[in-house]
């Protein structure tokens, strides 16, 4: 191990941190600001993206701004990004396991579901309607933006640059448990299936499973809660 090696490592360490207390430092604002007096813990995490247009905002400016950084990072260590990311001899191979783990991650979201029952009258409830520009917003922060970037940060910059350190598993386990508080407000939900895009990530060797299973499943969700939407319409205009 030599000095190169430590001074990369903290710098992916560095700019991790950075953008997890950045989002979540956001939510945690949001979530204080709209505290009440008989609040839980789910009650107050339910207000963390509440502001839809500004959360999505943060979550692309964030990442965007920290992206320049990260690929001359890569630059610099002689790593290129492009060959972490995708294999043209593996790619068909590696975008299938991509979408089979968004559909295992999106079966593993529904278990959400079941600690919002938890949440009384004083949580959240959610968008009533989402205009056409907030499903694009979502589209382009939740499922490339994120999907993309927060790989490249919390996958790619714990194997990369942080296993020659702390070993492979320990610093992927690490940067998975920043992920999964950068998304506190998901009660763990996002630190679970970190591990599975970690094992996609090291049965693969490629960025672009976990990038696509990530955004894969975020899409799913957002099309998922616009149908909750559209059918909570129709029942209503049927009465």
């Not at 007096?37 to 107050?44: A, H, K, S």
Request: charged letters at 10%.
């Amino acid at each position: 191990m030599n000095h190169t090696n430590l001074q990369n490592a903290q710098k992916a360490l560095n700019i991790t941190t950075l953008l997890t207390i950045i989002v979540a430092g956001y939510e945690v604002f949001c979530s204080c600001q709209n505290y009440q007096t008989g609040m839980n813990l789910l009650d107050i995490a339910s207000y963390a993206n509440a502001n839809l247009n500004v959360y999505c905002l943060v979550l692309i400016l964030a990442n965007l701004i920290l992206l320049p950084s990260a690929i001359l990072l890569y630059k610099q260590s002689g790593i290129s990004l492009k060959e972490e990311i995708f294999d043209k001899s593996t790619l068909s191979k590696d975008i299938v396991l991509g979408v089979v783990l968004a559909g295992a991650s999106s079966v593993i979201s529904l278990f959400s579901l079941i600690l919002m029952r938890g949440r009384t009258d004083l949580a959240f409830g959610g968008w009533d309607r989402l205009t056409v520009s907030e499903i694009v917003l979502m589209a382009i922060s939740l499922g490339i933006v994120s999907g993309i970037c927060k790989e490249i940060f919390f996958r790619g910059f714990a194997k990369n640059f942080c296993s020659g350190v702390l070993g492979e598993t320990t610093a992927l386990l690490l940067f998975n448990i920043m992920f999964g508080l950068l998304d506190w407000f998901n009660m763990g939900h996002s630190f679970v299936v970190g591990l599975l895009w970690i094992w996609g990530y090291k049965k693969s060797k490629h960025l672009i499973v976990p990038m696509i299973a990530h955004g894969g499943m975020n899409l799913i969700s957002v099309v998922f809660y616009i149908c909750l939407l559209y059918t909570s319409d129709a029942a209503a205009n049927s009465r």
